[in-house]
């Protein structure tokens, strides 16, 4: 697969080879602190484990903490899980008890949303402590997998659409 972004003009094979491109990995950050900073929101909570990547250089620029959402055993303090469906069995995201206040505006970021599976139960963590998901951020979106559609109305903002020609 290769990757195109029309704002920015720049071309990678995943998102390793964009980590490759200092300047591109810059600008892609760019983009999505242009987006969030100065809209209240204190949580940026990064999926595991590609999430890790870009929600740390957003999170340090709009002045917000950030969360991680692991795997479960992964965290070592009391957590809350919430499990989801994938295509072949299921999977479980789990967060830190207290890591987010209730009010607290949150931004939730991957790498690429597929089916909206783990997104959704991101979702569903946060707003069961009480923040208010503001938005989802991805790099790259499938839309043919219509991922979009199961985020429940919340907002997905996405900087590459890929789609097999
Ligand atoms: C920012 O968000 C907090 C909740 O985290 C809220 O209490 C506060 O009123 C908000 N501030 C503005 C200016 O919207």
Redesign the pocket.
């Known amino acids: 697969m290769v990757f195109f972004f029309a704002t920015a003009g720049i071309m990678f094979q995943d998102i390793t080879t964009l980590l490759l491109d200092p300047k591109a990995f810059k600008d892609t950050i760019d983009l999505f602190v242009e987006r969030y900073k100065g809209k209240?929101i204190?949580v940026v909570a990064g999926i595991e484990a590609r999430g890790f990547i870009f929600g740390p250089p957003i999170a340090l620029a709009i002045g917000a903490k950030f969360v991680p959402l692991r795997k479960p055993k992964k965290l070592p303090g009391k957590v809350i899980s919430q499990e989801y469906i994938l295509e072949y069995g299921r999977d479980c995201l789990e967060m830190h008890v207290g890591a987010v206040e209730p009010?607290?505006?949150a931004l939730v970021v991957d790498d690429l949303i597929a089916t909206g599976g783990t997104l959704c139960a991101a979702m569903d963590l946060l707003e069961r402590v009480g923040a208010e998901v503001v938005e989802c951020a991805c790099v790259i979106e499938l839309p043919e997998l219509k991922g979009r559609e199961r985020l429940n109305g919340k907002p997905l903002y996405v900087l590459v659409e890929y789609v097999e020609i």
């Open positions: 209240n204190s009010g607290e505006r």
